[in-house]
């Protein structure tokens, strides 16, 4: 286990980088090897692959996305592809695999390590929070800390003009980010894709918030949320129901990935990436490194895949509750 390699793969996360730097940076404490992969398994492919000290990880813990880049990869998904991308590593003497990225790279990773019994780790990055067998992954905290100050900003002008804002976020199969960013930022509604509120119960909703004197309201809407078919068809039955609102809708879009991790995600993104290259020098592989109740742990990588996270039904509560 002298030589270990890092990539990141999927959809770039902020903390990645911070994760990046603690795996190259664990390895020159343990006097190993490190080598970084760029564009994710499309560059293993290509052979894009270079030596890492200490040094070349310098100033970027701060930094969101991620210096090594990320790229899709249909190479990888073929037997072929997987046979070069094992024939690189073997040309470099590496030994073991770090891959940062969500439950698509840990399956690709999985299918890997099975043919080749090559050595896999895998640390969560992906803003979704939506990954089994760890309470966060890196990127969920900054992720919501973002939506949070947006809404904010957008508060401010739906009050100036007595505005019902409908705030798409990410979340297409998950309803976290709506969820604890419509919380922190006092939203009247959240709708999720887990959790099929309806339309009735949103227009009973408003019209309740309105008799009790509100002149503006923010709904939060996960991208997914199957209330109705997207969020500005959505917007528009409310306008048409409710008249006396003022409707506008706002889609935050790829911002909620970008900006600087939060010392949240820097700090778990650290210990993620020692862990990680602390699991494979006792021999651990196969495995994704996570979090539960602040104690990291090992998941095998064959369980990431096929469970996804319960969404929390008291957080729905307090939205009630909080929401009159």
């Not at 990880?57 to 190479?75: E, F, H, P, Q, Y």
């Not at 891959?99 to 896999?120: H, L, M, T, W, Y």
């Not at 949070?148 to 009050?159: G, L, P």
């Not at 929390?312 to 939205?319: A, G, P, V």
């Amino acid at each position: 286990m002298k030589r270990i390699a890092v990539l990141t793969s999927g959809g770039d996360a902020p903390g990645m980088n911070a994760a990046v730097r603690a795996v190259v940076r664990a390895c020159a404490f343990y006097n190993l090897e490190c080598f970084i992969i760029y564009k994710g398994y499309q560059g293993l492919i290509e052979n894009s692959i270079d030596k890492a000290n200490a040094r070349r990880v310098n100033n970027i813990i701060n930094k969101g996305g991620t210096i090594l880049k990320s790229a899709r990869s249909s190479d990888f998904r073929t037997s072929s592809g997987r046979k070069k991308a094992y024939n690189n590593l073997t040309k470099n003497k590496i030994k073991s695999l770090v891959v940062i990225g969500g439950d698509g790279s840990f399956n690709g990773a999985r299918i890997f390590q099975k043919e080749f019994n090559f050595p896999v780790i895998g640390i969560p990055g992906t803003i979704d929070n939506d990954i089994s067998g760890t309470q966060y992954t890196i990127g969920y905290d900054t992720a919501i800390n973002t939506v949070i100050q947006v809404i904010d900003k957008i508060r401010d002008t739906a009050i100036s003009h007595n505005r019902l804002f409908f705030i798409e976020v990410m979340g297409r199969d998950a309803g976290h980010i709506a969820l604890h960013s419509g919380i922190g930022a006092g939203a009247e509604e959240i709708l999720i894709p887990e959790e099929d509120r309806g339309l009735k119960k949103l227009l009973n909703s408003l019209k309740k918030s309105e008799k009790t004197g509100k002149a503006s309201s923010i709904v939060v809407v996960a991208e997914g949320d199957k209330t109705g078919k997207n969020v500005f068809e959505l917007a528009s039955y409310v306008e048409k129901n409710l008249p006396d609102y003022e409707v506008r809708v706002s889609v935050l879009g790829h911002m909620q990935r970008g900006g600087a991790p939060t010392c949240f995600d820097r700090v778990l993104a650290s210990r993620m990436g020692v862990f990680a290259v602390e699991s494979l020098i006792a021999g651990k592989s196969s495995v994704m490194v996570g979090i539960e109740n602040n104690q990291l742990k090992l998941t095998p990588l064959e369980n990431v895949t096929k469970i996804k996270s319960a969404t929390n039904k008291d957080l729905l509560r307090l939205t009630d509750i909080l929401s009159i």
